[in-house]
């Protein structure tokens, strides 16, 4: 069981932040129809055995759901009539359509989601060497950690996703082509939704359904320490920690979560976070032009992961209108890299895809709504 002290650890000490219980968080009355896509195997067993149903069945509509792509119970003929009849009594199985695709020249898909509460999430389909796809998922409405750098911080939190909402991102993306590894690193604090993130994780590992490893499965944190220990402990991941700074005056500017969890308490939690012999963490380190891309912070940031199985993705800040901060020079980028690789690290250069239209986190959404808002005005 979830230690609730860790939540209310963070509630207190992260500012602005709140834990949206279940009346909050976008689930359906439970006098509705109950939704199979916020149910892992073992709980969707559970509902079947309410009805008196056999355990087996929970893997056939499972099958239907995710390898099919099937949400209408009528066309899942291998069920019985009467089965089908009573499943459209007491479910249903959400399908999402994006409100809104943006398209790229180099491929990359930004998706606007607009939920049955009317708050609208990012996703975004990135296309890869070899005809591969990476999907960068959504967690919640907004964020509570409220990084300076990131627009969605910028929105404040609105609530969590549900376990649905989270895999129906997977679910409406794979239309468009099979998705080969996914990113939890959208919209939101993923360990600020611990619970249900976790869920959704057990729902895409499922070897009946989508079938995602934990090898194909990132999940992208800012740092919050108790959580970070809570889910190694109980699901396999792989764990990237939004890093960014090499010294807490920076990141204290920058990142007000590392006022709670310093350079120091987060490195001692990443070297006890579990990892198999191949596994890495990655750092992800967002370069700032005159803030964090200085030769003095690639030198402090060889020390500060000595001793971990690390890898450092090199970010160039994507500048986005009314942003205080500006993109590194490509020089400072080549010589900040090379110091990290002259060390014997590992250390990549992440491409920037979607320059050309609002891929990076919380930019289509912002437009987007602020646009809706006008129209509203405008009509008022």
Known sequence: MVDESLFADVKKKIPGSSMPD????????????????????????????GLG??????????????????????????????????????????????????TSIDGTRKYLFRLADGETIESVRIPMEGGRATLCISTQVGCAMGCRFCLTGCFGLTRNLTPGEIVNQVC?????????????????????????????????????????????????????????????????????????????????RIMPINQTYPLAELMRACRAFPLQSRDRITFEYILIRGV????????????????????????????????????????????FQRILLHSGMVAVRRASKGRDISAACGQLKGRLDKSRSREEQDHS
């Open 22 to 49: 279940t009346k909050t968080d976008g689930r359906q009355p439970m006098s509705q129809k109950t939704d199979l896509r916020e149910l892992t195997l073992e709980q969707l067993r559970a509902f079947l055995a």
């Open 53 to 102: 149903k056999e355990g087996f069945r929970a893997k056939q509509l499972m099958r239907w759901m995710y390898c099919r792509g099937v949400s209408d119970f009528s066309c899942m003929t291998d069920l019985s009539k009467e089965f089908r009849a009573e499943l459209e009594q007491r479910a249903t199985i959400s399908n999402w359509h994006p409100e809104t695709v943006e």
């Open 172 to 252: 409406a993306a794979q239309t468009d082509g099979k998705v080969n590894n996914i990113v939890m690193m959208g919209m939101g604090e993923p360990l600020h939704n611990l619970e249900n993130v976790i869920t959704a994780l057990r729902i895409l590992y499922a070897e009946e359904g989508l079938d995602f490893g934990p090898r194909r499965v990132t999940l992208s944190t800012s740092g919050l320490v108790p959580q970070m220990l809570e889910l190694g402990s109980r699901v396999r991941v792989g764990l990237a920690v939004s890093l960014n700074a090499t010294t807490d005056e920076v990141r204290d």
């Open 292 to 335: 964090n891309d200085s030769l003095r912070d690639a030198k402090r940031l060889v020390g500060l992961l000595h001793g971990i199985q690390a890898k450092v993705n090199l970010i160039a800040y994507n500048e986005h209108y009314g942003s205080e901060f500006k993109s590194p020079t490509e020089r400072d980028i080549e010589a």
